[in-house]
């Protein structure tokens, strides 16, 4: 019996890990380029979330349709909070002069504040449950039962965070990104606009976290403050995936997916949103470069 | 020197604040009133004390209203259970929550900027869902009751203001003296301050370790002023208060934090009123100045006093 309830938590486990893969991603590639945190990431995720639902319940429009319309959505919330908060990081005009890390944080915080208060003035409070992509309830995979939903949203999230890993690697503007992540100012001797570049990471990164939100609308009833636990998970994970670093971030979703599933059964359920949180504070102390990052010197 | 004379200015603004601020009651008699004056001083504390990390030390913690949280525990529960008067439990409050300020800031010595940020933030969350998760000793959620202290709130609004008096004399002398000179050599260059001799590592620790304690005082008197304790003391939007008075009123100057504690605080009891669009406004108002006026308002008052010259 214990040996199909690992099985089962592990593949739960998994695939929760998919979802957190999708916002430490977007995080990531924000921080190697802008070296800030958005701690206004959670309510990209809700923005998805309520894209999705709202598309598709008020204007009765199929869900397959609402789902790339919250990942537009999504998008264009990253695109424009880099474009009217985020630019005064590096275009010289901020007020702040070198306390950017602060600059950034106050925004971010402010910008996270403003998005769960809009939703809940404009919106309301109450949680909203988002239709399902598909109406199959159970479907039996070996061992393991699985919600049809489930199925094809994890399945869709693989093919997002494929399609994104093989876009940093390989297309042109994946590796512009890469140059302006590690050298600003060589990138833009280069010719390479670091400007348009910046805003397309915060584009990316707003769609998929809007994506995460959207596939798990169904499960998580969006209500304004959905996004507080994700990004604080997502904040967990990029840091223990080393800043900066995609792989990195996959893989430790991965594994806080995956010990959070079997920490809520075998250690306690009460306290499973603080395994990764005391597991953050162990490696900032003793590795603060994280799994995969690479300690950076600044000169 | 021009920094000791800009925080005599500044000194003297505050002290002028909270003599208005003393005058109140003869005026106003509306309990409820009294009441939300009472919570803007408590929240003042908070701005203070985060102010001395954040604005003059260069730390920037997101833990503050952990830390009120903790300091409101600590006197609950130490009062509940051994039955001592809030006379002797409220310094143990300040002197449990000034220990895990200093383990805390010990911890996160060597972590700066957005690293810092998200540890403190985390370690904020941790107290949150323990002491809303540890049913048996704090009653989660439910809220633990603890004994008042006065009958009526005039004794609270003139203990919430003596005690923000005192904290902000402190906090002046602090500033005054060498000790604030390396803080705030700290916050301009760190590199440069442990180059120049200064002790890096004490000062911040200690920084951590005052700033935590005076939050801890803050929370231990909300708590008998409330005469009831929940984990919704700590949350991140009640730090998101804090900053925001912080921001608007003026980082790294001694009367911004109190007077942007009484501006937000009132604005938002009467944007509650108009329709709870207080948390919107406020949100624009911390994103406005953090872009466009660093030094906030207290910035914005100087800075028209200087324009004729």
């Known amino acids: ?26 995080l990531s590639l924000i921080f190697g380029i ?60 901020t007020s702040w002069g070198l306390m950017r890390d602060e600059y950034a944080v106050i925004v971010t915080f402010g910008l996270s504040l403003l998005l769960v208060n809009l939703v809940d003035k ?11 992509l598909i ?49 600003r100012l060589g990138a833009s001797l280069a010719g390479i606009d670091t400007a348009k570049a910046s805003g397309l990471v ?34 967990v994970i990029v840091v223990l ?15 806080i997916g995956v010990i959070e599933s079997f920490g809520a059964v075998y250690g306690s359920y009460d306290y499973r949103d603080t395994f990764g949180l005391v597991l953050l504070i162990l490696f900032l102390l003793f590795r603060p470069q994280g799994l995969f990052g690479e300690r950076g010197r600044e000169v | 020197m021009g920094g000791d004379r800009r925080t005599a200015l500044e000194f003297r603004a505050a002290l002028v604040a909270l003599a ?45 209203a952990a830390f009120a949280m903790m300091g409101a525990y600590a006197t609950g529960l130490l009062g509940n259970n051994t039955g001592l008067p809030p006379l002797v439990t409220i310094p143990f409050a300040i002197l449990a929550t000034g220990a895990i300020g200093l383990a805390l800031g010990r911890v996160v010595l060597r972590l700066s900027g957005p690293y810092l940020a998200l540890t403190t933030l985390s370690f904020a969350e941790i107290m949150r869902l323990v002491a809303s998760n540890s049913i048996n000793v704090t009653r989660g959620d439910l809220g633990l009751p603890v004994t008042g202290l006065f009958q009526n709130r005039i004794g609270w609004y003139y203990l919430f203001l003596g005690t923000l008096a005192l904290l902000l004399v402190l906090l002046y002398f602090l500033l005054r003296s060498r000790a604030g000179l390396f803080l705030q050599a700290i916050r301009d260059d760190e590199v440069a301050a442990a180059r120049s001799g200064v002790d890096v590592v004490f000062w911040k620790t200690v920084a951590f370790a005052l700033s935590s304690a005076a939050c801890g005082l803050s929370g231990a008197l909300y708590a008998h002023f409330a005469e009831l304790v929940t984990p919704d003391l700590g949350t991140v939007g009640q730090t998101g208060l804090v900053v925001s008075m912080t921001v608007i009123g003026g980082m790294g100057t001694l009367v911004g934090p109190v007077v942007g504690a009484f501006l937000v605080y009132l604005v938002s009891e009467w944007l509650r009123d108009v329709g709870g669009y207080q948390l919107i406004v406020f949100s624009l108002l911390v994103i406005a100045f953090a872009r466009f006026f660093r030094s906030g308002l207290w910035g914005i008052v100087t800075g028209l006093r200087r324009q004729p010259a």
């Not at chain 1, 609402?66 to 474009?83: D, K, Q």
């Not at chain 1, 479907?139 to 997002?160: Q, T």
């Open chain 1, 122 to 132: 404009t919106i309301g409070p109450y949680a909203y449950r988002g239709p399902t």
């Open chain 2, 20 to 64: 208005i601020a003393a005058l109140v009651p003869a005026f106003v008699e509306n309990a409820y009133w009294l009441g939300v004056l009472v919570v803007s001083m408590y929240f003042a504390i908070l701005a203070g004390a985060w102010n001395l990390l954040a604005g003059y030390t260069g730390q920037f913690s997101l833990a503050p």
């Open chain 1, 241 to 255: 995936g080393g800043m900066g670093s995609v792989p990195g971030s996959i893989i430790a979703s991965l594994a």
């Open chain 1, 34 to 93: 802008l070296r800030v945190v958005n701690f206004a990431h959670g309510e990209f995720y809700m923005v998805g979330a309520y894209a999705y639902t709202l598309i598709a319940l008020a204007l009765g429009v199929p869900a397959f349709i609402a789902l790339p319309c919250a990942f537009l959505f999504g998008a264009f919330v990253g695109w424009l909070t880099e474009r009217t908060l985020m630019r005064p990081l590096y275009a010289g005009y």
């Open chain 1, 1 to 26: 019996m214990t040996g199909a309830l690992a099985v089962d938590l592990a593949v739960n486990g998994l695939i929760t890990g998919l979802f957190y893969a999708l916002m430490a991603i977007g």
């Open chain 1, 202 to 235: 915060f584009a990316l990164s707003g769609w998929l976290a809007a994506t995460a939100g959207a596939l798990l609308s169904p499960v998580i009833n969006a209500s304004p403050d959905v996004g507080a636990f994700p990004a604080i998970k997502s904040y």
């Open chain 1, 135 to 183: 109406d199959v309830s159970r479907i039996a995979i070996g061992p393991i039962l699985i919600s049809g939903h489930k199925l094809l949203a994890a399945g869709l999230a693989i093919l997002i965070i494929g399609a994104t890993a093989a876009l940093m690697r390989w297309s042109f503007w994946g590796r512009q990104i890469r140059a302006v992540a590690q050298n």
